[in-house]
């Protein structure tokens, strides 16, 4: 019987390790939350996100930071973005800071953000 070594992050690029938690459409949340694996946003929160991976889906809005080695944005954020693979997607509304390890923004995404690049993003 083998087990996967719980602090080995290399395995899951997304942050799946540990599972997924849903802010379902609707939803308001305010303050801090910390999550383990990927955590997906349909609803609005106003706050610090840190996670494995987030997504802001379409409808989705983040109001603060997020702190994770994958981010994807559909929907609307404001604030500051730590994070390794950055993906703003097509239909994004992104502004505020981002620094990122890397960057990708799909046509038709809106940014209005500070970019820089760092060699490790702190996450």
Not at 9 to 21: F, I, L
Not at 38 to 44: A, K, R, T
Not at 64 to 91: C, H, M, N, P, T
């Amino acid at each position: 019987m083998s087990q996967t070594d719980p602090s080995s992050h290399s395995q899951t690029p997304t942050g799946q390790r540990g599972g997924r938690s849903h802010l379902a459409a609707g939803t308001k949340l305010s303050g801090d939350l910390t999550v383990p694996g990927l955590m997906e946003l349909l609803g609005h929160a106003d706050g610090t996100i840190v996670a494995d991976g987030i997504v802001i889906e379409e409808g989705g809005s983040v109001v603060g930071e997020l702190r994770a080695r994958s981010i994807a944005i559909k929907g609307s954020f404001e604030g500051r973005i730590v994070g390794g693979d950055v993906r703003l997607q097509s239909g994004a509304r992104v502004s505020g800071e981002i620094t990122y390890a890397k960057l990708v923004i799909e046509s038709g995404a809106e940014v209005n953000a500070a970019c820089s690049r760092a060699s490790q993003a702190s996450t």
